[in-house]
């Protein structure tokens, strides 16, 4: 395969087609998942290895990501297949697609509920819908209050979701791409600052910062000149935030 002209041109091209035409691989196995289920084993193998649980969740992170990184190496030079799976893992990465979709069907639920009044089925529907998105209680968010929120969302996961792992694919093909995965996943699920993962998760925490921190500021660069695009007052919108 030639790693140059396919990251830097035609892979990440053809993943992000198929992300926006297709969105989630749902009926597919999805790598995520994998990760996931690893994790979960790891996680008492971890505890039990009588480390200071912070060195044993650096050494979780080194182990996720070098798995993944070498397994999805050895993946894409399978004879004959070698370049359907990197297409794969590619689109498999990203999820700008499903963000998208989500992201339009709790707006139409928000308007549509912003019609019917506040105690409407279908301002229920909308706090719901806007409450999959996000960790925290919508049940007695308004209108404006809600579309805030999925505003709030929307641009935290286009970077987390899209422009992260985006970055990585073309900076290192799938291998790299899956690495940054692995961590964001372990991230996700160790990285919380609760008795029982403020130790453990401390190392994949930290390292999903620094991974982010480019991705992070080129989706913010790009949030920005969208709004220039369409005309909108993005510096108003900041202050507000502020």
């Given at each position: 395969?030639?790693?140059?002209?396919a990251?830097?041109?035609?892979?990440?091209?053809?993943?992000?087609?198929?992300?926006l035409?297709?969105?989630?691989p749902?009926?597919?196995?999805h790598?995520?998942?994998?990760?996931?289920?690893?994790l979960?084993?790891?996680?008492p193998?971890a505890?039990?290895?009588?480390?200071?649980?912070r060195?044993?969740?650096?050494?979780?992170?080194?182990?996720?990501?070098g798995?993944?990184?070498g397994l999805?190496?050895?993946?894409?030079?399978?004879p004959?297949?070698g370049?359907?799976?990197?297409?794969?893992?590619?689109?498999?990465?990203?999820?700008?697609?499903?963000?998208?979709?989500?992201?339009?069907?709790?707006l139409?639920?928000?308007?549509?509920?912003?019609?019917?009044?506040?105690?409407?089925?279908e301002?229920?529907?909308?706090?719901?819908?806007?409450?999959?998105?996000?960790?925290r209680?919508?049940s007695?968010?308004?209108?404006?209050e809600?579309?805030?929120?999925l505003?709030?969302?929307?641009?935290?996961n286009?970077?987390?979701?899209?422009?992260?792992?985006?970055?990585?694919?073309?900076?290192?093909?799938?291998?790299?791409?899956?690495?940054?995965?692995a961590?964001?996943t372990?991230?996700?699920?160790?990285?919380?600052?609760?008795?029982?993962?403020?130790?453990?998760?401390?190392?994949?925490?930290?390292?999903?910062?620094?991974?982010a921190?480019?991705?992070?500021?080129?989706?913010?660069?790009?949030?920005?000149?969208?709004?220039l695009c369409?005309?909108?007052?993005?510096?108003?919108?900041?202050?507000?935030?502020?």
């Amino acid at each position: 395969m030639d790693y140059l002209g396919a990251t830097l041109f035609s892979l990440p091209a053809l993943a992000t087609a198929l992300d926006l035409l297709l969105g989630d691989p749902h009926r597919l196995p999805h790598p995520v998942r994998a990760i996931g289920a690893f994790l979960t084993c790891l996680e008492p193998r971890a505890r039990a290895w009588g480390l200071p649980l912070r060195l044993a969740g650096a050494l979780c992170v080194l182990l996720t990501a070098g798995f993944c990184a070498g397994l999805v190496f050895l993946l894409l030079r399978v004879p004959l297949l070698g370049g359907a799976v990197a297409l794969y893992l590619a689109y498999a990465g990203l999820a700008l697609g499903q963000l998208v979709k989500e992201g339009r069907r709790a707006l139409r639920l928000i308007e549509s509920g912003a019609e019917s009044g506040d105690l409407s089925a279908e301002m229920n529907a909308a706090r719901e819908a806007v409450g999959f998105l996000v960790s925290r209680d919508t049940s007695a968010l308004g209108p404006e209050e809600l579309r805030r929120t999925l505003a709030e969302t929307l641009s935290e996961n286009l970077g987390d979701g899209f422009v992260c792992p985006l970055f990585y694919l073309v900076l290192a093909g799938p291998v790299g791409l899956w690495a940054y995965k692995a961590v964001s996943t372990m991230d996700s699920m160790w990285g919380y600052k609760t008795e029982r993962y403020r130790e453990l998760g401390w190392a994949c925490a930290r390292l999903d910062d620094a991974l982010a921190y480019l991705p992070a500021r080129l989706t913010a660069v790009l949030l920005i000149l969208a709004g220039l695009c369409l005309g909108l007052d993005w510096r108003g919108a900041l202050a507000h935030t502020a």
